[in-house]
């Protein structure tokens, strides 16, 4: 099965991020076919500073290099430099009607968040998602439920150009991370998000930082050791994070710390994630200095990613009456 997946160009991972869905991500690489990139393309649609794109480029791919992507494994590139994303997108506007796109749930919510830049990117986003997805003959997207809307866009889209044209794109199906969700640190009943820092434990953060984040993070009244979602949220959603990282039954946390309090929980966590992101600071900090190198795994990926998609777009444009 080949599977795609893109990127937002940023460097920022927290644990949320990789318990909830990269580390199933990186697991695929041992058995599918794999393609990630970075989206760099699709990061034009929001108010971004042009000088320091590239540079976010470059840390989003040491960033998920560190968390586990294999470029021996799986195809590792930057969107923008494969040009036939964005041929292949021309092609898929015209098969996709207007009222489509007005009706997608994140243009509504975009453009509520960006009033003073609403442009038509924002609005054909998610036909070049569809183009990502179909220049690869992707039979498989791993997604969270907000983006379920754009895939069904996608595999709609593939329907219309098999019709059109004659069979050439598989249409694609969602995969909903397996993972579970991570509340914030400081608001346990809002999930962890790059928005609101402070409540985030970052996949690189120092141990100082993991110690402070942990130690101050909300928990309910009562010392009991208890997952309790609903009532008690905060030290759930510690509960959750140690059963996550030590592989341990929740059931199994619950009964080692019984009689203990939260003090003494929040210090056995804060040992437990310092030392399990350990590798994760310690990659990241190999790969800091060794630009080029990252520069051509990119270049690498690029090459492997413009040969898959060099063939698709020949077929593409024959069938459309292009060539």
Request: proline fraction near 6%.
């Amino acid at each position: 099965m080949k599977i795609v997946s893109g990127i937002q160009p940023t460097g920022q991972l927290h644990i949320g991020n990789y318990l909830g869905a990269i580390k199933q991500w990186i697991e695929f690489q041992d058995k599918e076919d794999c393609i990630f990139f970075i989206a760099d393309l699709h990061s034009l649609t929001i108010p971004y500073d042009p000088a320091a794109l590239q540079n976010s480029v470059l840390e989003t791919a040491i960033a998920y290099l560190a968390a586990g992507i294999n470029p021996s494994k799986s195809i590792f590139f930057a969107q923008s430099k494969v040009k036939e994303h964005t041929e292949l997108a021309w092609i898929l506007n015209t098969l996709c009607p207007l009222g489509d796109l007005e009706r997608m749930t994140q243009f509504k919510e975009k453009s509520k968040q960006f009033r003073k830049n609403i442009n038509a990117g924002l609005l054909t986003y998610p036909i070049l998602q569809a183009a990502d997805i179909l220049l690869y003959k992707s039979e498989a997207v791993p997604v969270g439920k907000d983006q379920v809307q754009h895939i069904e866009l996608a595999r709609e889209i593939a329907r219309k150009f098999n019709q059109k044209y004659g069979d050439t794109f598989p249409e694609p199906k969602p995969i909903l991370s397996e993972g579970a969700k991570i509340m914030s640190l400081k608001d346990p009943k809002k999930k962890m998000s790059k928005s609101t820092p402070e409540g985030c434990l970052f996949l690189f953060d120092e141990p100082g930082d993991i110690k402070n984040k942990i130690m101050s993070a909300v928990t309910d009244t009562g010392k009991q050791i208890k997952y309790a979602p609903k009532t008690k949220p905060g030290i759930s959603n510690l509960i959750n994070i140690y059963s996550l990282i030590s592989k341990k039954p929740i059931k199994e946390i619950e009964s080692q710390f019984k009689g203990l309090g939260y003090a003494q929980f929040k210090n056995s966590l804060t040992e437990l994630l310092i030392q399990s992101l350990e590798p994760f600071r310690r990659k990241r900090r190999e790969l800091l200095p060794r630009k080029i190198y990252i520069d051509e795994i990119l270049k690498m990926g690029a090459s492997k990613a413009k040969t898959i998609a060099d063939s698709t777009m020949q077929e593409a444009n024959k069938k459309a009456g292009l060539l």
